[in-house]
């Protein structure tokens, strides 16, 4: 059987599967199109610059991969010499290495694939219509996710053991740098937090240039014309039972007693503002409050204190929106959650 006779028959089974998926309905955009055959390259684009290359951790996949190309040769050797005096090339013992390799990650990209593939199928989102509203709302999905991961990395280290204020602040009170720059080490970002004067505003002379530096993971995703270069969406509630509230930090689980995953972390509000300002969402629970979701004319996303995200109706009520922002005040959550 010749291969172009193969890639012949796959053709034609293409061309019957959109047809077949056309007769359903099933109309195929060209934008779907061309992320399934370049989406690929925006990925890498997006992900390959907050990539952060360890020497120590490269050194020490050489030096494993050194010693079971050493061990693996001097086995195979071994064994091939129980059987022929023929000496076992070290050419082979490549080839076998590197297919090991392929194959290790090959399992990774498969288990990937099945992760990804799952998530499709259970997803409430169209998977066809609205790509590029479904893609943008994942990513920001991530992003929140990325976040909420990095406040629990900060209480686990931090000798006090509790989230990061909404501030940093200076001892006259005032607030100098957001939460957004205290937790630059924990999103691979080390190098970019060491920059920072953390005893001077977050447009000192010093740090405003900072600015223009924003890591990804505080861009919302949403392509909107009138959004300002270095600004973000991503904000907290800052106010009498919310989740930040003073000037200092507060303790996960205890400090919560609502429960975490009835209490909003992050959200994606309204306003953006610049990254490293102290500029948040003020609460007063004596107040109705309202957000809205500044994209999604349906929805918007917010991470939980448990570190979960989700997507929350614009038309929830505000009685149930301030019993999810209250950490400790004891409401019960309404059916519009």
Known sequence: MSRRFLSGSCLILLAFGLLFLAFFGFALPGDLLLNLAFGWMVYLYRVIPQVVVSESGVLTAAFCLCVLAVGLHWFLRWLTA???????????????????????VAGIAFVGIGHQAAWLLTSPEPIIKGGREASARAQSQNNLKWMALAMYNYQDTVQEKTFPPAALYDRQGQALLSWRVLILPYLEQQSLYNEFHLDEPWDSPKNLPLLSRMPRVYKSPYRKDTDKPNHTHYRVFVGDGAAFEGRRGLRVPEDFPDGTSNTLLIVEATEAVPWTQPSELSFDRNRP??????????????????????????????????ATITRNGGEALGKDW
Not at 297 to 314: C, M, N, Q, T, Y
């Open 289 to 322: 409050s309202s957000l809205q979701g500044w994209r999604d004319p349906v929805s918007f996303l917010a991470a939980l204190a448990d570190g979960s995200v989700r997507r929350i109706d614009r038309t929830v009520s505000g009685t149930t929106l301030r």
């Open 82 to 104: 129980q059987r022929t005096a023929q000496p076992w090339p070290f050419r082979r013992t490549a080839a076998f290495l590197a297919l090991m390799v392929l194959m290790f």
